[in-house]
């Protein structure tokens, strides 16, 4: 699977929209781009995919670059329990399913 | 709501004795699941896939004899941590998805185990 890079952290103040990247310059033909959230103690959260087309769903919207090399993560309305460490995953394939979960970003939502 | 579930969500044993997890699909039938472990302050590492009716396939590292998996419907699939002692201490993660072509993975809640 492709490797993917995220910045560290990020804040965000409740009410405004939260926009995570995510670069996956090494993205291959038949790799989608999925974006998981975990919050603390649980098990991580499915919240969009796509391949190549932007995406929305009624938690986020999915931007992703023409070229494919990056994507962006939009939470239009952060509230304070969108906070959680956010991972940007690509996989695809025969190996899909064996997910590559890198660091993350820890998105902070301050009042 | 939730689509996989997990038991139980928390578990102390303590040093040799075994421990097992299940996991469910709730409302979808799962030939394959896939058991994740995540150590303190670290990201979810792949353990190994479960495939119902055979014998599960691990990752580099992870030691079978240990690590027991036991897929025997299309809606469970066990995990039983064997002679556990105290690294083996960790959240324990399972995931199905629906067999559909590039549908989203989606996880239990995961199980904090405690070894003492």
């Known amino acids: 699977d492709a490797k993917t890079t995220q910045p560290t952290s990020m804040d965000c103040a409740e009410g405004r929209a939260a926009n995570l990247p995510c670069n996956h310059s090494?993205?291959?033909?038949?790799?989608?781009v999925y974006w998981y959230r975990q919050i603390h103690s649980q098990g991580p959260q499915y919240i969009i995919h796509?391949?190549?087309n932007n995406e929305t769903n009624e938690m986020a919207s999915l931007i992703i670059t023409e070229d494919r090399k990056s994507s962006t993560l939009i939470l239009p309305h952060a509230t304070l329990r969108d906070t959680a460490v956010y991972y940007c995953?690509?996989?695809?394939?025969?190996?899909?399913?064996?997910?590559?979960f890198g660091q993350g970003t820890i998105l902070t939502v301050h009042p | 709501g939730a689509v996989v579930s997990q038991h139980p969500s928390w578990v102390i044993c303590k040093s040799g004795t075994s421990v097992k997890i299940e996991c469910r699909s709730l409302?979808?039938?799962?030939?394959?699941m896939f058991w994740y472990r995540q150590f303190p302050k670290q990201s979810l590492m792949l353990m190994a896939t479960?495939?119902?009716?055979?014998?599960?396939?691990?990752e580099q590292g992870v030691e079978k004899d240990k690590f027991l998996i036991n897929h025997a419907s299309l809606t469970l699939s066990t995990l039983t941590v064997t002679s556990a002692h105290p690294e083996d201490s960790s959240f324990y993660i399972c995931?199905?998805?629906?067999?559909?072509?590039?549908?989203?993975?989606?996880f239990g809640n995961g199980t904090r185990l405690t070894v003492t």
């Open positions: 995931s199905a998805f629906r067999d559909r072509v590039n549908s989203p993975l989606h």
């Open positions: 090494t993205i291959s033909g038949n790799e989608y």
């Open positions: 796509g391949l190549k």
């Open positions: 995953i690509v996989a695809g394939g025969t190996s899909y399913g064996k997910l590559t």
């Open positions: 409302d979808f039938q799962a030939t394959t």
């Open positions: 479960s495939n119902e009716g055979s014998k599960a396939t691990y």
